[in-house]
């Protein structure tokens, strides 16, 4: 009886362990299950907190992800803008005019030349632009053409931009054929809110 007892004894004692073996596997599943819901709120909460500024970041990018600057106008503006420099070579050009021998700027030279538009402008390109407070200077580059006419002397804008024999050519009825460019620089003044154009010069020699 003593040999039965003795083999029947470890009985118990595995049915212990495999109970604690199954309880411990059971707490180890409850851990990880803990710790996955824990990563599943944080990585949540990130997704969240990021759509927002993914929002705000679409709507002041373009494809290249860069921001676009605003340009503002007005008070703020730093230097005379692309097109205002176009206009005022425009009225430059203009102001160049083939006079009547018996015109009355003969006498005033200050006056605006009277007669017909010796030039026509064709297009602008703006070289370079230096600002220092609230004077500017733009070198630019002002592309023409002549126009028929006659007369006895040319005035105005750019004549002195023209050359002496292209002068001595056109009044004998010889118009300089193609398109000239001229260089000019234009000092700019700030008055108030604008800019304004206070002196065509020849650009310097580079």
Known sequence: MLEMRRLFHPEPERKLNAGNNRGKVLRQL?????????????????????????????????????????????????????????????????????VPAQAPTADCPGCPAAGAELLTFRQMKTDRISCLGDTCTVLATIVVSFNPGAGERIAGGLTAWISPEQRSAYLSGRMPSGEQAYRVQITYKRRGKAWRAVEFDRAPVE
Do not use: Y
């Not at 679409?58 to 503006?77: H, L």
């Open 30 to 98: 409850d851990i990880r299950r803990a710790a996955l819901i824990l990563v599943a709120g944080i990585i949540t909460a990130c997704s969240e907190k990021s759509a927002p500024d993914r929002e705000k970041h679409s709507t002041t990018s373009e494809a290249t992800g860069e921001p676009r600057p605003e340009v503002v106008k007005g008070e703020d503006e730093l230097q005379p803008r692309e097109d205002e420099i176009e206009e005022d070579c425009v009225a430059f050009v203009r102001a160049t005019k083939i």
